[in-house]
């Protein structure tokens, strides 16, 4: 099933929008897969990064209380970070700070996917054929303006969200949740 969506994201001459069909159509089965294990399985072993970013950002801006229409930037998942809530009820029972702990896991998993494709891998979001003369060219990737976050930035929102995961969650952090936000930072 992997190796079908990276194939059926890569045949059309444009990727990025090739993934968002794809993902549009998956996102509903993916909020419906009852456990964990099951959704981080489907989400881990996905071949195109570009995919799983793009599923990952819709299953974010399902829990946005303002969603935001801007293109996925490192600025995107900073607001990510600030308007999601915790992720949306699944259907297996579990207690509030695993539910914290799953979307901060599904947020590096964000960064990490993000990462994969504008800032290495040559341009995933040009075809297969305009991919093989940029590398042939050796033209390095372009950053977007809004990937020119500051320190700062980072700081601001990672403190918001630490606060609004305090107010329910209380003191002190289960060593889970410590290890993901350190993660994250």
Not at 11 to 29: G, H, L
């Amino acid at each position: 099933l992997q190796r079908m969506l990276a194939m059926a994201v890569e045949v059309d001459r444009s990727p990025t929008c090739s993934s968002r069909k794809i993902a549009d159509d998956i996102f509903p089965f993916l909020l419906n897969i009852p456990l964990r294990s099951q959704r981080e399985a489907l989400l881990n072993t996905m071949e195109s990064q570009l995919l799983r970013c793009r599923l990952l950002e819709l299953l974010f801006q399902h829990s946005c209380d303002v969603p935001t229409t801007s293109s996925m930037s490192l600025d995107k998942v900073l607001y990510l970070l600030s308007h999601s809530s915790v992720l949306p009820q699944f259907q297996d029972e579990t207690a509030t700070w695993q539910r914290w702990e799953e979307m901060l896991q599904y947020l590096s998993l964000l960064l990490l996917s993000y990462h994969t494709f504008p800032l290495s891998s040559e341009h995933l979001r040009t075809s297969v054929s305009d991919r093989m003369k940029l590398i042939a060219q050796k033209a390095k990737p372009r950053l977007q303006d809004s990937d020119g976050i500051s320190q700062l930035d980072i700081q601001l929102k990672m403190n918001d969200f630490i606060s609004r995961m305090q107010k329910t969650l209380g003191e002190p952090f289960p060593p889970q949740i410590q290890e993901k936000l350190f993660m994250l930072q």
